[in-house]
T-cell receptor, first 112, second 116 residues
Framework: ELKVEQNPLFLSMQEGKNYTIYCNYS?????LYWYRQDPGKSLESLFV?????AVKQEGRLMASLDTKARLSTLHITAAVHDLSATYFC????????????FGKGTKLTVNP | GAVVSQHPSWVICKSGTSVKIECRSL??????MFWYRQFPKQSLMLMAT?????????EQGVEKDKFLINHASLTLSTLTVTSAHPEDSSFYIC????????????FGPGTRLTVL
């Protein structure tokens, strides 16, 4: 059974600081997704990582994938309050079928 | 970008009744649709995968007779919660993808179901 573990589950940080969220998974996969969810809302797609070594950046967020280590990271640079949300990673367990297993999510709070 | 809608956005029903939730892909043909449920402050759990014109594939532990899924067209899938009980109260989210390997899935806005 595929397990997807995120850490930390809760993250409180000051504006302007940097931090990294980690996503480990237990089986082979080369497709990993990061999503953002605001309270009461659905998921917003942030990044799709499709190969080992993939790195994508959008604004203050940068995601990377190491398929050998089965690890993805979501790095936050110079956090701002608007980044406060819950961030999920998800792993495709059937080679492109997009049958996803989600991590438990990281609730990020950025304090002024 | 691709848009997926859900209706209703929220619903309150009495225990024992059935509730139907619609998921539509507005600007693309969705060969595959996924249904998830999310309990408060928890992650998303895949319930079932449906392909247009065929029976849905349910995940382990999901009762197919309780959660009826129909994917009758390339733009519409429905989830019917039959004989709903309070423990079925949850946030139900659908997603849809096209038929290209490069396609990713696009998520609907979700439906909050409360069973009294």
């Amino acid at each position: 059974e595929l397990k997807v573990e995120q850490n930390p589950l809760f993250l409180s940080m000051q504006e302007g600081k940097n931090y990294t969220i980690y996503c480990n998974y237990s089986t082979t996969s080369d497709r990993l997704y990061w999503y953002r969810q605001d309270p009461g809302k659905s998921l917003e797609s942030l990044f799709v990582l499709l190969s080992n070594g993939a790195v994508k950046q959008e604004g203050r967020l940068m995601a990377s994938l190491d398929t050998k280590a089965r690890l993805s990271t979501l790095h936050i640079t110079a956090a701002v309050h608007d980044l406060s949300a819950t961030y999920f990673c998800a792993v495709d367990i059937q080679g492109g079928s997009e049958k996803l297993v989600f991590g438990k999510g990281t609730k990020l709070t950025v304090n002024p | 970008g691709a848009v997926v809608s859900q209706h209703p956005s929220w619903v309150i029903c009495k225990s024992g009744t059935s509730v139907k939730i619609e998921c539509r892909s507005l600007d693309f043909q969705a060969t595959t649709m996924f249904w998830y449920r999310q309990f408060p402050k928890q992650s998303l759990m895949l319930m079932a995968t449906s392909n247009e014109g065929s029976k849905a594939t349910y995940e382990q532990g999901v009762e197919k007779d309780k959660f009826l899924i129909n994917h009758a067209s390339l733009t519409l899938s429905t989830l019917t919660v039959t004989s709903a009980h309070p423990e079925d109260s949850s946030f139900y989210i659908c997603s849809a993808r096209g038929d290209s390997v490069a396609d990713t899935q696009y998520f609907g806005p979700g439906t909050r179901l409360t069973v009294l």
